[in-house]
């Protein structure tokens, strides 16, 4: 079983079309995140939601909308779409009361065209 | 500015040499948090280091952690082929999220 597990893997589409990626863990964490991952690899955090609640927002288009509907989901929307935007993006958890280590999904990789 | 800074980025070494990667944080961080990439798949997480003077080995990695110096290494002893990846440290300034490196993008060469 996996245990946070992201769908689709691969999203390819066209400038300002909308797109989401779901993601789900069953580690029973009570925290979600998204990672976006550059082509340079680099790894910066997008939101962050603690049992449902909205706790990291960082500076991202207001294009970007997470939306969580239990602690074991998180999802990303993303509307009008641009190539600047084309990235893996990483949904991770973790537990708070833990040592604070993140369990990564597989990634989604968008291409926007 | 919360930053973590990795070298080198790049790092080529034959099998059986030893080397280390350097990650060096900002500002006081309680954990610092190795992670492994191998291409076009996921992170996963190699160690997690609460204190200082931490250190933790698994197979042919070591990992270490000076707070003073906000230093952390990776060493990589008798390289093998199989270690070739993308190794990432991460901070965790106290602020609920983690901040993570360049990456160190490591080819072990036969």
């Not at chain 1, 990235?87 to 968008?110: D, K, M, P, Q």
């Not at chain 2, 204190?51 to 990776?74: H, I």
Request: overall charge neutral; charged content about 20%.
């Amino acid at each position: 079983d996996t245990a946070v597990s992201q769908t689709p893997k691969y999203l390819v589409t066209q400038m300002g079309n909308d797109k989401s990626i779901k993601c789900e863990q069953n580690l029973g964490h009570d925290t979600m995140y998204w990672y976006k991952q550059d082509s340079k690899k680099f790894l910066k955090i997008m939101f962050s939601y603690n049992n449902k609640e909205l706790i990291i927002n960082e500076t991202v288009p207001n294009r970007f909308s997470p939306k969580s509907p239990d602690k074991a989901h998180l999802n990303l929307h993303i509307n009008s779409l641009e190539l600047g935007d084309s990235a893996v993006y990483f949904c991770a958890s973790s537990h708070t009361t833990g040592f604070g280590e993140l369990f990564f999904g597989e990634g989604s990789r968008l291409t926007v065209l | 500015e919360l930053k973590v800074e990795q070298n080198p980025l790049f790092l080529s070494m034959q099998e059986g040499k030893n080397y280390t990667i350097y990650c060096n944080y900002s500002t006081t961080s309680d954990r610092l948090y190795w992670y492994r990439q191998d291409p076009g798949k996921s992170l996963e997480s190699l160690f997690v280091l609460l204190s200082n003077g931490a250190v933790k080995q698994e197979g042919r990695l070591m990992a270490s952690l000076d707070t003073k110096a906000r230093l952390s290494t990776l060493h990589i002893t008798a390289a093998v082929h199989d270690l070739s990846a993308t190794y990432f440290c991460a901070a965790n300034f106290g602020n609920e999220k983690l901040t993570f490196g360049t990456g160190t993008r490591l080819t072990i060469i036969p």
